[in-house]
């Protein structure tokens, strides 16, 4: 089979350099395509990242000699059959970029927040909302796009919590109440992002719009459609405290739950999470993990280092569910940031869109 | 005035290093006996604690040549006034030792957790509960002792929010709900403790016992006295979960809170915390902070690295107040886990039962 | 083909948990012994691992049900062709256990250092010295046994100097003196190993024993074999300092060399390095890296989470070659402790004795 | 005694800070003018600094109601007098800016290495080269310069191995050989400075212009003077590599050194150090460290978190002194960089210029 060109706007920075990574030997797609601001423009990938490259593994060979191109200049990536974007600028700017795209016939998978309450663009996690994609017509025929659209994800640190509460949802445990500490890692803000000095002997208790993120995101993902509009859910009611942490990789969620009906036993609940499968698994989608939902025994699990690569960061991993005193359960969830929270979640609505035929 | 001589059981430990540090130049308290395990006796401190001396500070000059005694030998503390007792070992163990220097007429100000549920013994923190005293002469007569009694501290954890949730309670603002999630520092585990390869790029989202302490001990604290007895108090219910971060000293603790009945404003409890003052107050303790409760405006803090030291390590820095989704109101609380929430927290306890004649 | 049976002693530790990384789905050995200390011994060995497993990937499959099994139990370990060694012992006590597997006519493949100054012991690195395993003959000859021997590796530390130093040699130019400063990290030492209180916001200049053996090991690697003996080089000299640093896996060393005689220019020795292969590249053994040294050009590499798993682990990265103002010129070395410098190391010592037949 | 009135250039910076919290309560000299760039003027110094004050202890009172000057405008520094200069510009900016406030009449005791290589213009260490004061005269002569003048220190580096060579030097042990590896903290970077992506799990082997400083400022403050000027002393030759490591405050540096003749006994060499002291001893500066040079016998020390504080961060901590294979003997230095190495040290230079009546 032949692989589907594709592209990644805003590839030099640290999400950007994990698409790079990740889309390394994909069996679908093929990076053909690497675009950022005007100053890396022109040079090849290789010097353009040159002392920031952060990744683990090398630089994939393919991207190496690739010139990179003005993020700006649309035209250039009409050899593309869509583009992933992680661009960072003003969330205007970036609306009127990936609009800039579409409306030229070039899809849209984005990893920025830009469009995240554009009320007909889908807000995707590919085991919770598909049928969102339903809103896409409608979103084209507005606009007057033709092949061209936009699908968004949401920020990463609801990675964590999200999926675990759905799969309580669709097994009849809905839930109302949610109060959520996370601590998150360094690389969801980018390079150079934190100071040292901030996270040696320290931990910082405040991230910026982090929390609001965090507590809106999962109305809309969890939302009805209703004249080709996505409406938010509104029952459930989410309190974040969201803090930054020493770590690389991996963010942490310590929740608490209470339930609006009735309330499952703790054995019920681990057996639904162990259970949870959904449509990438039905799918088999390249990039989906074989349990998005792994639960660990141990007392003192999940951890970020230990469990961040589950299923090649693409699982979630929660334990040390227990009953909580002021609510109903507590538990702890944790999910790869850069990975399952940005570029991996991209690449598997991607996979997704791809599967279900809209970049046919 | 010539100063009190005293002693320090588990002079060695981590809290008994800083136990020693805290005391050094103390204007009532003088340091004359050290002592530890039989492993350490018969060693000048110096030498006992080679190698493993933690502080920032060197050894007290007076202290290096003392010779540690070992902690079973209770005759030998009789020049002592009173102990301190941080002794490591199986509570049971320590019950009996710090009951053998009471019956022999040494009192104990303890930061161990062997008598925090022995109900006829004060679980003290100054700011809150002085009257808690009165039980010591119930507590002597029903066990036949004379000068000596026991006191003990509660765990560190808590010191980060329950002086807050009191100072409201004390304007007239019940709290009922807690919901609690710390980030607690290395220290507080001892040394070794900890390994360095759970906390290098890594936390621990668990820490043994951690969480029944700081659920439960609040109760006694704020207990009344019944027949000699603190009956613990049981409308505030505490959820917490304890995590364990790579921050040398201070504990910080996310926390939201609902109120039992009429709800304050904003700046309400910003006033009732900044205008809090206690018994350590108008008695003009040494050790005692001249505001308890700082509050600081900042987005971001308070941190553990830049607001552990407020006040010599003794008052607690909050922040962050703000609404929350599920409960009332969120705020951030953080105390230094080795001087509030233990050494300085001890000496604090000491220096209010010499203030009240205990030692007269 | 079928896959060697092979066991690991000292499964449970760090080193021994890395063997089982890194044998899962290895071509030609099959773990199908663990054996550990008598506490261990009897639990399956994803029981005796509880809470104490280090690496990111999950425990292989196929080692989880086995049972372990007692280390000094030799006759259980008889269905292996041969066994890695990496017990934590006495070096008395591993020295006896070694001998016993190689008496009962199981050859030892070990990373301990028990055996290394034994002097008809081959301490290997396959890239430098294959012909010491001339002295195996003798080895078995002077001790009556007839299919088992002991081969070793040697420190970790030394790892990340000595190949790039010998590639020159072999092209040439040969060096006299050596000044090494590491930076190690902390899976060196083990779990619990380092204590996190001196890795927060500290290094610690001192690894007990590690300074003698960079220094001494290179001249029994770089030796001569006479009359069945390895006879130790004596014309370079190392003085070496070790550090510990905050890092979970990979050693950097700052190196200073002084060449003998000729000195190269800059451009010659990073060709000499970037050219240089050996016997595992020629034999193509399966864990052999394609290009053992990596030089880079950026002048703030190599770095250690970046750099350590070049080649899965196998290289060593190098960077910074400079003129020296006191010795001839400067560089910085790195290699991934517990691959490279442990079970990665033995594990190529293992192929390489299976390439030599020494197995069949 | 009243006060000496002084000023602050580049006072919202980490220096700068340092520096305001040093001068707090100092016996003779006191803050009356804070000047940073135009985006802080006309700001209060608490307002300009709010979220990034880096201190442990908190903006002194008297500092923080004033209000910040634009550093450029030297007539509103006329109130002190002398200023220190610790302004983070491009270096042609910082000499022409501390040459206006010179020419005005206004000393600058500078941190900045803009004019360490002027050659009419000290680079003081207080303990090694009082002498070269006698430039001053010359330097203010050439350019007419009435009462104003500048006097430098030297890079933060250094500070942890130059004063216990000179020590030696001084009893009659030339040296003509340095190897250095040093293992710096970030706060020497500034803030933002160093990311934290590049600090967990990690360190970085290189730190622009550092090791040139490292390796020749030594030869100017230990030069001699002739004809007015400062003439670089020759015989040492120094070889540092500069490490950066996740540590907040506190140089490490592991050094081997050569003795130009005859090489005194490990004994001797700790007798000197520890019985050294100087001209700031003599004089009895009010921030002179009582020892300059504290040896410590633990085999694990120095440390920086631990021993960078030694007589209030002014002291240089040395330890692990030992035979060296390659060159005479090795040993660990440490000095904290942002005291001994930047404020302290600035503070120290006008303490001795003030004893010697420049500011009469």
Same mark, same amino acid.
């Given at each position: 089979?032949?692989?589907?060109?594709?592209?990644?706007?805003?590839?030099?920075?640290?999400?950007?350099?994990?698409?790079?990574?990740?889309?390394?030997?994909?069996?679908?797609?093929?990076?053909?395509?690497?675009?950022?601001?005007?100053?890396?423009?022109?040079?090849?990938?290789?010097?353009?990242?040159?002392?920031?490259?952060?990744?683990?593994?090398?630089?994939?060979?393919?991207?190496?000699?690739?010139?990179?191109?003005?993020?700006?200049?649309?035209?250039?990536?009409?050899?593309?059959?869509?583009?992933?974007?992680?661009?960072?600028?003003?969330?205007?700017?970036?609306?009127?970029?990936?609009?800039?795209?579409?409306?030229?016939?070039?899809?849209?998978?984005?990893?920025?927040?830009?469009?995240?309450?554009?009320?007909?663009?889908?807000?995707?996690?590919?085991?919770?909302?598909?049928?969102?994609?339903?809103?896409?017509?409608?979103?084209?025929?507005?606009?007057?796009?033709?092949?061209?659209?936009?699908?968004?994800?949401?920020?990463?640190?609801?990675?964590?919590?999200?999926?675990?509460?759905?799969?309580?949802?669709?097994?009849?445990?809905?839930?109302?109440?949610?109060?959520?500490?996370?601590?998150?890692?360094?690389?969801?803000?980018?390079?150079?992002?934190?100071?040292?000095?901030?996270?040696?002997?320290?931990?910082?208790?405040?991230? $910026?719009?982090?929390?609001?993120? *965090?507590? &809106?995101?999962? @109305? %809309?993902?969890?939302?009805?459609? +209703?004249?080709?509009? =996505?409406?938010?859910?509104?029952?459930?009611?989410?309190?974040?405290?969201?803090?930054?942490?020493?770590?690389?990789? $991996?963010?942490?969620?310590?929740? *608490?739950? &209470?339930?609006? @009906? %009735?309330?499952?036993?703790?054995? +019920?609940?681990?057996? =639904?999470?162990?259970?949870?499968?959904?449509?990438?698994?039905?799918?088999?989608?390249?990039?989906?993990?074989?349990?998005?939902?792994?639960?660990?025994?141990?007392?003192?699990?999940?951890?970020?280092?230990?469990?961040?690569?589950?299923?090649?960061?693409?699982?979630?991993?929660?334990?040390?569910?227990?009953?909580?005193?002021?609510?109903?359960?507590?538990?702890?969830?944790?999910?790869?940031?850069?990975?399952?929270?940005?570029?991996?979640?991209?690449?598997?609505?991607?996979?997704?869109?791809?599967?279900?035929?809209?970049?046919?």
């Amino acid at each position: 089979m032949k692989r589907i060109p594709v592209g990644v706007l805003g590839a030099t920075g640290m999400v950007g350099q994990r698409y790079l990574s990740l889309l390394e030997n994909h069996p679908w797609f093929e990076v053909v395509h690497v675009a950022a601001s005007p100053q890396s423009a022109g040079k090849s990938y290789e010097e353009a990242v040159r002392g920031r490259w952060q990744m683990e593994s090398p630089i994939p060979q393919n991207v190496k000699k690739l010139v990179v191109k003005d993020a700006a200049h649309v035209e250039e990536a009409k050899s593309c059959r869509f583009v992933f974007s992680c661009v960072e600028m003003e969330k205007e700017q970036v609306r009127n970029l990936e609009n800039a795209y579409a409306a030229a016939g070039i899809p849209v998978v984005s990893s920025s927040s830009a469009h995240r309450w554009t009320e007909d663009v889908p807000m995707l996690i590919p085991e919770i909302n598909p049928p969102h994609l339903d809103v896409i017509p409608e979103q084209q025929k507005k606009r007057g796009w033709k092949r061209g659209f936009i699908v968004v994800k949401p920020n990463c640190s609801l990675q964590s919590y999200l999926a675990p509460i759905y799969a309580l949802e669709q097994a009849g445990y809905p839930i109302n109440q949610l109060l959520v500490t996370t601590m998150q890692a360094v690389s969801g803000a980018g390079y150079p992002g934190v100071a040292s000095l901030d996270m040696v002997d320290n931990i910082v208790p405040f991230i $910026g719009g982090e929390e609001e993120k *965090s507590e &809106k995101e999962p @109305g %809309k993902i969890l939302g009805k459609i +209703e004249n080709g509009k =996505i409406i938010p859910h509104t029952r459930l009611k989410i309190s974040a405290h969201c803090n930054r942490v020493p770590v690389v990789d $991996g963010h942490t969620a310590c929740v *608490s739950m &209470k339930f609006a @009906g %009735k309330k499952p036993t703790r054995e +019920e609940i681990i057996r =639904i999470w162990r259970e949870f499968t959904s449509v990438p698994q039905e799918l088999k989608l390249p990039s989906a993990p074989e349990h998005p939902l792994v639960y660990r025994e141990e007392e003192n699990r999940p951890q970020p280092r230990k469990d961040r690569d589950a299923e090649k960061g693409m699982a979630i991993t929660l334990g040390r569910l227990r009953e909580c005193n002021v609510l109903d359960y507590r538990f702890v969830g944790l999910s790869h940031n850069t990975i399952r929270g940005a570029a991996g979640g991209g690449i598997l609505n991607a996979e997704l869109l791809k599967a279900k035929g809209f970049f046919d």
